[in-house]
């Protein structure tokens, strides 16, 4: 008997992908994974009830935890940002394959298939985690190479209820850290998004009035809120409650995708933001000039390895060792005030903060500045020698 695992969402694509798989490859049975990372309960459930009708074997995987403490963690520890992306979809992708390749071990199938078409970037992090396996990989999108128009009369063919309808074409996909929102008319890049697009963001108004939220941190990782302590996705889920009200955390880009498609991109993800935000506010506080400077190179790295699905690339792991060891003194809060669409710093305090407030005050004089007196003779002195030559 031919078997085959399908990482499945419960959206149009995965869906479509079961009876191709059958019909257009030949399977006899199809075991859909589908994981949860936080995307809406309605989405796991319409998931499980269309696997439960089209597919021969289901399993959901709750991940939610997994996701936060070992891909949402380190991202936060790293500002993990790709040209302003947040990377919500990025992050996710790898931790939806490995579950996905291990129930194919436990149940000792050999073939792996997955959703994506041949123009995005997910098929490269799907198929980053999936080819490290001796499975054959299978992507039924790519491979069928199948317009939308043919793929939605091909689902209600096989009773598959399609909600995407042509005026409201967008293509979403949603976890705890951002929901992203593709397709229709937002793939014409001059074409302003209609407020109809955004799910977790009320449209920024200065009728609101501002609010503060504090976050607390602890080696870098966010656990607190306004004082109570709080798991990871309590924290999140929180944030994007209170920063969605304030309309925080939109983003409108042109994205370079791995292949080097540059792509209309929109986003929404309050909680990131605001502890993004946060964090970089935080380090600036308690790591010193020398750090800061490094590590922005490794933020980079890290956020284009993560948004290429390469967290098995062993510099991922070289990058985190030293993301995980620069991040011990970043401790402390940092007050951000939620107004009209923006979320700003306006207040840090950490016991290892690299701040002598009695040093650098006008008021003080602990310092003596004639001591600095010495050092502004030298400061420049190469150039001054230069100009005093003529040249
Ligand atoms: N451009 C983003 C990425 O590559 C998001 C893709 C989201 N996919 C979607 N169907 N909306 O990570």
């Not at 390749?101 to 098929?123: M, P, V, Y």
């Not at 504090?214 to 809120?225: H, N």
């Not at 306004?226 to 309590?234: P, R, S, V």
Request: net charge negative; proline share 4%; with cysteine.
């Amino acid at each position: 008997m031919s078997e085959v695992v399908l990482a499945y969402s419960g959206g149009l694509d995965t869906s479509v992908c079961i009876p191709l798989l059958r019909e257009r490859y030949g399977f006899d049975k199809i075991v859909t994974v589908l994981v949860d990372v936080g995307q809406p309960r309605s989405d796991i459930e319409r998931g499980n009830l269309r696997a439960k009708q089209l597919a021969d074997e289901h399993y959901t995987i709750d991940a939610r935890e997994e996701f936060v403490e070992k891909c949402l963690f380190p991202l936060i520890k790293a500002n993990g940002s790709y040209e302003g992306y947040v990377l919500g979809t990025a992050i996710a992708r790898p931790l939806i394959a490995s579950k996905s390749a291990e129930i194919a071990d436990k149940l000792g199938i050999k073939n792996l298939a997955h959703g994506c078409t041949g123009r995005g970037n997910d098929q490269l992090r799907f198929e980053a985690i999936f080819r490290a396996t001796d499975c054959r990989v299978i992507a039924p999108m790519r491979e069928l190479d199948l317009a939308r128009e043919w793929e939605i009369d091909y689902a209600r063919e096989h009773g598959i209820d399609v909600p995407v309808t042509k005026d409201k074409p967008w293509s979403i996909d949603e976890n705890i850290w951002s929901r992203s929102i593709e397709g229709g008319k937002l793939e014409d890049p001059y074409f302003e998004p209609p407020e109809e697009i955004y799910g977790w963001t009320k449209t920024p108004s200065s009728d609101r009035s501002a609010q503060i939220v504090e976050i607390g941190f602890k080696e870098g990782v966010p656990v607190s809120l306004d004082g109570k302590q709080m798991n990871g996705m309590e924290l999140i889920e929180k944030l994007n409650q209170i920063g969605g009200e304030h309309g925080v955390g939109r983003t409108d880009m042109i994205e370079d995708r791995v292949m080097g498609l540059k792509a209309r991109e929109n986003y929404e993800h309050p909680a990131a933001t605001i502890l993004l935000t946060a964090h970089k506010d935080l380090e600036r506080l308690v790591l010193s000039r020398n750090e800061l400077r490094f590590k922005v190179m490794v933020d980079e790295f890290w956020s284009e390895l993560a948004y290429m699905g390469l967290v098995e690339d062993p510099l991922y792991a070289d990058l985190n060792a030293f993301v995980d060891q620069s991040q011990k003194r970043v401790n402390g809060s940092v007050k951000i005030k939620l107004f009209c669409g923006s979320a700003i710093s306006v207040g840090r305090q950490s016991p290892d903060a690299l701040y002598s407030q009695d040093m650098v005050s006008f008021d003080s004089q602990t310092l003596s500045q004639k001591d600095a007196e010495g050092f502004a003779k030298y400061h420049g002195f190469q150039a001054r020698l230069l100009k005093r030559k003529g040249r």
